[in-house]
C-alpha cells in the first residue's frame, strides 16, 4: 500500500513537472516577465537581479527535484543501474539544499503570498528538508543502506510540500465550490494554516510512519490502520492532483 501512495504521488509530481514546463518555459522562450507573476507576488521585477536569480533558480531547482525525485524512487534504477541512482541521488540532494536556501530567502526578503504562520512553516520544513538531506547523504557514505533509504524518503516527502499544498488546496476548493476557512485576497486564514503545517511539517514524518508500520506489521490491528491511513492518502492525492489539473494548472497552460 505504501508503494501505491508513492506511485500515485510519482505520477502526481509528474503532472505538476509538466504543468511548471509548460508554464514557465513557454514563457521564458516567449520572453514574457508577465507570465511569471501568475503564480507569485513579483515574479521577475526589472533591475532586480538577485530577486530575479533567486527566482528563477527556484523553479530550476523544482524541476530537478521532480525529475529526479521520480528516478530515486524507481526500484528498477536502484537494482540495474546503481551508477545513475548515485549520480541522480547527489543531484537531487544538492538541489534539495539549494533550493531550500532559496526559498526561505524569497520568503522572507523578497516577500510572498501568505502570512507569517505560512512563512514559519515554510521554514520549519526547509530546516527539515535539510537535515534529512544531510543525513541521507551521510547515511549513503556510511553504506548504511536501510537507514540511507528511510532518510532519502524523508528528503522526498519533505521537498513534496509545495506539491501537497497545491493538489490539497485545490481539492479544498473543488469539494466547497470556493475558498472556505481563508479570506482568498489576503490568502490568509485558519485553513491556509493548518494545510501549511500539515504538509510541510506533519505529513512526511507521519506518511513514512505509516509505511514502516505497513512494512512491519504483517498482520492486527495496527497493520490495518496503517494500511487504512495509507490508503486514504493514495485516494487523497489521486484526487487532489485532478482537481489541481483542472483548477489550477490546465487553465494556466491555455
Wanted: net charge positive.
Amino acid at each position: 500500500m505504501g508503494a501505491s501512495w508513492l506511485a500515485v504521488m510519482v505520477a502526481g509530481q509528474g503532472v505538476f513537472l509538466l504543468y511548471v514546463l509548460g508554464l514557465y518555459g513557454r514563457a521564458t522562450l516567449r520572453g514574457d516577465r508577465a507570465a511569471w507573476a501568475t503564480t507569485m507576488p513579483r515574479g521577475l521585477v526589472p533591475g532586480d537581479g538577485v530577486g530575479n536569480t533567486a527566482v528563477v533558480a527556484h523553479i530550476a531547482l523544482a524541476v530537478v527535484i521532480l525529475a529526479a525525485g521520480a528516478v530515486q524512487l524507481l526500484p528498477v534504477v536502484r537494482r540495474r543501474l546503481p551508477a545513475l541512482h548515485r549520480w541522480s541521488g547527489r543531484v537531487y540532494l544538492g538541489s534539495c539544499l539549494a533550493t531550500s536556501v532559496a526559498g526561505v530567502w524569497l520568503v522572507w526578503a523578497r516577500g510572498t503570498v501568505g502570512d507569517t504562520s505560512q512563512h514559519l512553516a515554510i521554514t520549519g520544513n526547509a530546516l527539515l528538508l535539510v537535515a534529512s538531506t544531510v543525513m541521507a547523504w551521510r547515511t549513503a557514505r556510511a553504506r548504511d543502506i536501510a537507514a540511507h533509504r528511510r532518510w532519502a524518503l524523508h528528503v522526498v516527502l519533505f521537498a513534496s510540500g509545495v506539491f501537497h499544498f497545491r493538489i490539497l488546496l485545490a481539492l479544498w476548493l473543488v469539494l466547497h465550490r470556493g475558498p472556505v476557512g481563508f479570506d482568498p485576497q489576503r490568502f490568509a486564514g485558519p485553513f491556509l494554516t493548518v494545510l501549511a503545517w500539515s504538509v510541510y511539517v506533519v505529513l512526511p514524518p507521519l506518511g513514512l510512519a505509516l509505511v514502516e508500520r505497513a512494512r512491519r506489521s504483517a498482520r492486527g490491528g495496527v497493520h490495518l490502520a496503517a494500511a487504512v491511513g495509507l490508503a486514504a492518502l493514495t485516494v487523497i492525492t489521486a484526487a487532489g492532483v485532478g482537481a489541481a489539473w483542472l483548477l489550477l494548472w490546465a487553465p494556466r497552460l491555455r
